[in-house]
């Protein structure tokens, strides 16, 4: 749908039953995959980040950060393309969370 089309039926989309739920559902898939505002082809390379983001855990957490994941995702979980400088990983290769220790209260 160009964007003429989406703004001049935006009232019908939006007044449909569920449209508004549809409406949030179809600007965060474009989100998601990119195509909600343009890319700049000038960008740095997502794979480039990844890798930084692994060398600065390995710095960090020395010993206990598990071992990433293989870069390369099995191409049969790869559910849409997305544009050129990004890159599909992980979850956890990039984000690591902890909470704390668990202790009981005193």
């Not at 089309?5 to 989309?13: D, M, Q, S, T």
């Not at 195509?35 to 855990?57: F, M, Y």
């Not at 997305?82 to 992980?90: L, Q, R």
């Amino acid at each position: 749908m160009n964007p003429d089309v989406f703004f001049k039926n935006f009232e019908l989309l939006a007044d449909a039953p569920n449209g508004v739920q549809k409406l949030r559902e179809m600007i965060l898939q474009l989100a998601v995959m990119g195509k909600l505002v343009p890319q700049d082809p000038n960008d740095e390379l997502a794979s480039v980040l990844v890798e930084r983001i692994n060398a600065e855990k390995k710095k960090t957490v020395k010993g206990t950060a598990k071992k990433p994941n293989s870069l390369i995702i099995n191409p049969a979980e790869i559910p849409y393309e997305i544009p050129s400088t990004w890159m599909w990983t992980y979850f956890t290769d990039v984000y690591d969370v902890r909470d704390g220790t668990h202790d009981s209260p005193k």
